[in-house]
DNA sequence: ACACAGTCTGAACGTTGTTCAGGAGTCGAT
DNA sequence: ATCGACTCCTGAACAACGTTCAGACTGTGT
């Protein structure tokens, strides 16, 4: 369903101003929808108020996008690719902890910085396992199992330099778990009400100290004694 | 708005009739609706399918509860309380660290067993937060935070023997850090679908694998070298 | 000048949660 | 036995949702 070179003819002048402008309509819907489904979370953002605030008829909306759904895919794919850049420039680290360290680091602010994204990401609404697939298939294996991948690689180097325990082998439990750990972390900070857990008598819980202790009790636990102490180059 | 007491009076016979086949009444509608909730999820399942599979009118089931989510929210509660004795179980074992694997064995178990009451608890669609707080306020705490104090003691029992390393002297972010994890490996248990990771190179990745995985290097970077091997009585 | 293709509208459909006037039955008192 | 009061239940209705579609409108190419 191309609407570019679907009668094999070069573009005339005004074919092309007209695919500027659809993508022009396509961006602005998608800029609006997006501040709204950030705000209000996904249920409370209706079609007709997108159309609304773009000044158009509702209808007008599945012109530019099969439905709701793919709308809020198409955005959470967009956004998706900005994570995904932010998190492999860890992989210049050399030291394969620091690349752990500091992508859970940014993962963490990601997470926080889009709950709804987030939410939606990672906890579709169960219905949706079958269609979010089919967005997701093309795009090479799946968001999330790409971050687990990283990770996978980061504690592939880990285990190759000897730096972990002997008893982790394998790369990818070891992977799994931190991914978990840092996944709680941002799914806790993100649905219950964080000053819940201040009244614990002045106590710190604050996400930096929760995300510290996470990782230092994952240094602790994954890596051997001797390796523990930061160091700098280690190729 | 109590239904018994009322007017000042004793109850006459066929008043606790009455009140007797309202709470059967409850029960029905409770026990068919938490089917429906468990096996489709909280969207999916309609006030109509329900009012059809009890064989009344949808406009019975609001005589009966306030709304939809009412009525969601108190099969949450019922069931929650389950969970909780369960975990409380936990506690009657002497060393702390039994204490949390055990839990968190068991909570994960829950979670697995229970997926869209989980999904639901420590994710609610974002609209509730006020709701949900009413009906969780009046219940002492929270149920997320009943289950953090769980650990919480468990993890200063802990600390008052002298079993942590001596860099945690605060229990809260310690007990923090152990319920992302066991949260982080139940919500992704329950969201991404297991078998995508299986293809890892025939690397183990099972839920067992990945809950023993956790423990293991929760216990090796948050005890101290010396307990680390497992002793019965302690005291 | 004419036909055609793309764009937008506004009404409509089917579902959803929820409300409400009213019918039907039951209980206690007269 | 009869009457009022009370509770229960129904079925239609409402508003709002996502979605569809016939038709008006606009501009382009011939």
Known sequence: MD???????????????RERERAEMVARIMDVARDMFVRDGYEAVTLRKIAEAI???????????????ALFMKILATDYVDLR????ECLVLENPVEVMVEMARRYAMWGITHPNHYRLLLMP????????QDLRKPASPTPEKQLFLMLDQAVKVAISRGMLKE????????AATLWAGIHGVVMLE??????EFAQ????????????DTLT??????????KVKPRRRSNA
Chains 1, 2 share one sequence.
């Not at 609407?3 to 101003?17: D, F, L, N």
Request: proline share 5%; charged share 30%; hydrophobic share 25%.
């Open 3 to 17: 609407r570019a070179q679907e009668k094999c003819q070069s573009p005339s002048v005004s074919e092309i101003r």
């Open 55 to 69: 000044e158009y008829s509702p209808g007008t909306i599945y012109q530019y996008f099969k439905d709701k759904q």
């Open 85 to 88: 850049k932010n998190l492999s």
């Open 125 to 132: 609404p169960q219905a949706w396992e079958e269609e979010t």
């Open 167 to 174: 008893k982790y082998t394998e790369s990818a439990p070891v």
């Open 190 to 195: 993100i649905t219950t009400s964080t000053e």
């Open 200 to 211: 614990l008598g002045g106590q710190d819980l604050s996400l930096e100290k929760r995300l």
């Open 216 to 225: 230092g009790v994952f240094v602790d636990g994954f890596l051997k004694e």
